[in-house]
């Protein structure tokens, strides 16, 4: 996970050069980074237990995304003004 650091700016006098080091106490401490941890060991846990979640997904899910990730391309292309002359759903 990519972390962003904080803007800062140190001032020196006139003339002079400086030299600073910024210190930071809170690393790796967001809400993401506690999440990125927990979620997948709950997630881990919770399959342990119940057996449902190891089933495989039901192979029409596949076939709504698609349908979805079509529609939404098409909608792109209408919204952008690309040629829309045929559908996408058409590719299926």
Same mark, same amino acid.
């Given at each position: 996970?990519?972390?962003?650091?904080?803007?800062?700016?140190?001032? +020196? /006098? $006139?003339?002079?050069?400086?030299? !600073?080091?910024?210190?930071?106490? @809170?690393?790796?401490?967001?809400? #993401?980074?506690?999440?990125?941890?927990?979620?997948?060991?709950?997630?881990?846990?919770?399959?342990?237990?119940?057996?449902?979640?190891?089933? +495989? /997904? $039901?192979?029409?899910?596949?076939? !709504?995304?698609?349908?979805?990730? @079509?529609?939404?391309?098409?909608? #792109?292309?209408?919204?952008?003004?690309?040629?829309?002359?045929?559908?996408?759903?058409?590719?299926?």
């Amino acid at each position: 996970m990519r972390h962003a650091g904080t803007i800062h700016q140190a001032e +020196a /006098l $006139p003339c002079e050069h400086s030299l !600073h080091l910024t210190v930071s106490a @809170c690393q790796r401490n967001t809400w #993401a980074d506690l999440l990125a941890v927990a979620l997948p060991r709950a997630l881990e846990l919770a399959a342990e237990e119940n057996q449902a979640l190891r089933h +495989a /997904l $039901p192979r029409i899910l596949f076939d !709504h995304m698609v349908r979805l990730s @079509c529609t939404l391309l098409w909608s #792109a292309c209408v919204a952008h003004g690309i040629d829309s002359s045929f559908t996408w759903l058409e590719l299926l």
